[in-house]
């Protein structure tokens, strides 16, 4: 089975502070995603990574930046956390979306607030 | 830009009972559409997934989709529901003409009842 992985179920941060998730998949995907989820919002996509070292802004990527340095390990930066990125957030992976058949795998979720 | 709407943020069903979880698309070309469930304080579990062919998809736990493409439509049906079912559920699009963006709604919550 396809297991995503994210390093921590809940965090607490402070305003200003430089928070890091993790993400690491054992799939050897090419694919890896960050959304956050917002009750009424749905899942909004940040950031998307199809490579090492690539990677695409998505929805909302203001306040955030991402780190893909190994294939299987793909890291959400916020830069100086603030209370509004108090959320849920998903990594997700797959395999290239060019080879049509496919869906994205999601870790358990990182509960960040931010006070 | 592709979008999908759920139409209902909740939907409440005797178990036993058939259930239908809505969910319309636009996209451009034709899509590759997903259904998600997610429990509380969990990430996204698959359940199904319509690439090609029949229009009546069957997925995990019993649950099933029907695409309609004059209706832009991929409604997630079971003809008999469980409490157990009483979850979160998020549809999903992505175009096959390319592009790197899967797009979820905004989820229905489904509570089944006694």
């Known amino acids: 089975d396809v297991k995503v992985t994210q390093s921590s179920r809940y965090l607490v941060k402070r305003t200003g502070e430089k928070v890091f998730l993790e993400c690491v998949q054992d799939?050897?995907?090419?694919?890896m995603f960050w959304y956050r989820q917002d009750p009424g919002l749905g899942l909004r996509l940040i950031y998307f990574?199809?490579?090492?070292?690539m990677k695409e802004k998505g929805d909302i990527p203001e306040g955030y930046s991402v780190s893909r340095e190994k294939k299987e390990r793909f890291s959400l930066i916020l830069e100086s956390a603030s209370t509004n990125q108090t959320s849920m957030y998903l990594c997700?992976?797959?395999?290239?979306w060019g080879q049509g058949n496919t869906e994205a795998f999601f870790g358990q979720g990182t509960r960040l607030t931010v006070v | 830009a592709q979008s999908v709407a759920q139409p209902e943020d909740q939907v409440n069903v005797a178990e036993g009972n058939p259930l239908t979880v809505k969910c319309t698309y636009s996209v451009s070309g034709n899509p590759y559409l997903f259904w998600y469930v997610q429990y509380p304080n969990r990430g996204l579990q698959f359940l199904l997934k319509?690439?090609?062919?029949?229009?009546l998809v069957k997925g995990s736990y019993g649950f099933e989709a029907e695409f309609n493409k004059s209706q832009t439509s991929f409604h997630l049906k079971k003809p008999s529901a469980l409490v157990s079912d009483s979850a979160l559920y998020f549809c999903a699009v992505r175009p096959t003409g390319g592009g790197n963006k899967l797009t979820f709604g905004t989820g229905t919550q489904l509570k089944v009842e006694l």
């Open positions: 990574s199809y490579d090492v070292k």
């Open positions: 997700a992976s797959s395999s290239p």
């Open positions: 319509y690439i090609t062919g029949d229009n």
């Open positions: 799939m050897d995907h090419e694919n």
